[in-house]
């Protein structure tokens, strides 16, 4: 059993899981979700943050939530195994401490000023996409 994971793999298929997030979120947050997000940022009378210098920010985020998702993937794959079923392990892991916890966050410490459509619809949402993402990073990583 070798103990040294193979950190360009990581990185090249952290980087296809950061992309693959980062359209999916896309999609929620630019497409599905504006209308509301803008109602929001309309009733809480504050401006809709700069997208030149907020956007880049979310994205290096993401990619870096996809190199995590791999790293976690190369992590225990000694103890569960290569292949789908041990990515797909990885993408619940990620899923549950990036998505799940941000939605109870936002559901519950924000409740009142956040909609509940926009605190847990990114969170079913997430599982798909954490899943997804995962899988295909993973596909990447040889030791």
Sequence with gaps: MTTKMNLPRILAGGLLAGLIMN??????????????????????????PDAASNLPLLIVATFLLGIGAVWVYAA?????????RTAVIAGLLVWGMAYVYSGFYLGNGYAGIIPVSLAWLPVPWGLFEALLATLAGAALYKE
């Design 76 to 84: 225990i794959r000694p103890r569960f195994g290569a292949g789908p």
């Design 23 to 48: 359209v999916g979120e896309g999609v929620l947050h630019g497409v599905i979700l504006a209308n509301e997000t803008g109602l929001l940022y309309e009733k809480l009378q504050v401006p809709v």
